[in-house]
Nanobody
Framework: QVQLVESGGGLVQPGGSLRLSCVAT????????IGWFRQAPGKEREGVAA????????VYTDAVKGRSTIVADHAANTVHLQISNLKSEDTAVYYC???????????????????RGQGTQVTVSS
């Protein structure tokens, strides 16, 4: 049974940083892409970052590129997303999501996966 459990959200001041973690169980990470999407009130879901559990390749949305890093810790079955220089527009619920690796897998398809966590709230405010 695939299970994804997020942690690490909270209230952060603008310019600060945080690290979100996603513990993945019930599947072999090397066979999956794992990523994060976020959803703010009244807005569409937005893919944030993803990593291939196979070759470690990563993708980032332009909004966080250059100030975020996604890494996979295979020994701990955990994916971490670090975001720095946080802005008010980063405020959202962040969800961890996973999908089996495929040549046709895109960020859009990944965030549509049924395998997702319950989400963790990130609020950027002074």
């Amino acid at each position: 049974q695939v299970q994804l459990v997020e942690s690490g959200g909270g209230l952060v001041q603008p310019g600060g940083s945080l690290r979100l973690s996603c513990v993945a169980t019930g599947f072999t990470m090397e066979d999956y892409a794992i990523g994060w999407f976020r959803q703010a009130p009244g807005k569409e879901r937005e893919g944030v970052a993803a990593i291939s559990g196979g070759d470690g390749g990563t993708v980032y949305t332009d909004a966080v590129k250059g100030r975020s890093t996604i890494v996979a810790d295979h020994a701990a079955n955990t994916v971490h997303l670090q975001i720095s220089n946080l802005k008010s527009e980063d405020t959202a619920v962040y969800y961890c999501v996973a999908a089996r690796l495929s040549p046709l897998l895109t960020m859009e398809k990944l965030i549509d996966s049924d395998y997702r966590g319950q989400g963790t709230q990130v609020t950027v405010s002074s």
